[in-house]
């Protein structure tokens, strides 16, 4: 058994990586004047939205976010309304840099014939979407 039979965990940027970036402040506008119509202010990224539907439905998808949590049910409601996929959302993370750190699987573990590579970051240009060919 490879990599590529492993199920995977997809760790996914909501704004300006699957969504138009906004800040808090921008969100919080929406809100107090569009009310619960609000999630339709939201620009998908196209190619990102695809590139989530490209993803075997066995892998698992955490979406990560800087917004508020205050802003949970419009978020949840924009997600819901463009059919994004996902497992879990983290929010209230900080606007830095997110760093995911895994061991190496070695020979055998998985049935892999080489030690196995279990970590990958990949920074995608902001409000360009996934380019699906700069995956491993």
């Known amino acids: 058994m490879e990599q590529e039979s492993l199920n995977k965990t997809w760790f996914i940027d909501i704004d300006g990586t699957i969504f138009k970036s906004r800040n808090d402040e921008q969100l919080d506008e929406a809100i107090n004047s569009m009310g619960d119509k609000s999630h339709l202010s939201e620009e998908p990224i196209k ?6 539907q490209s993803i075997p439905i ?3 998808i955490v979406l990560t976010t800087a917004r508020d949590s205050r802003h ?8 819901n309304h ?10 209230d993370l900080r606007a830095g840099a997110r760093i995911l750190i895994n061991d190496i699987k070695p020979v055998g573990i998985a049935g892999n014939s080489e030690p196995l590579k279990m970590a990958y970051a990949i920074n995608v240009e902001r409000n360009e979407g996934i380019p699906i060919e700069s995956f491993p």
Do not use: A, G, P
């Open 47 to 52: 190619k990102s939205v695809e590139f989530i």
């Open 58 to 60: 066995n892998d698992t």
């Open 72 to 79: 949970k049910e419009h978020t949840l409601k924009m997600l």
């Open 82 to 91: 463009y059919k994004i996929r996902y497992d879990r959302i983290l929010f």
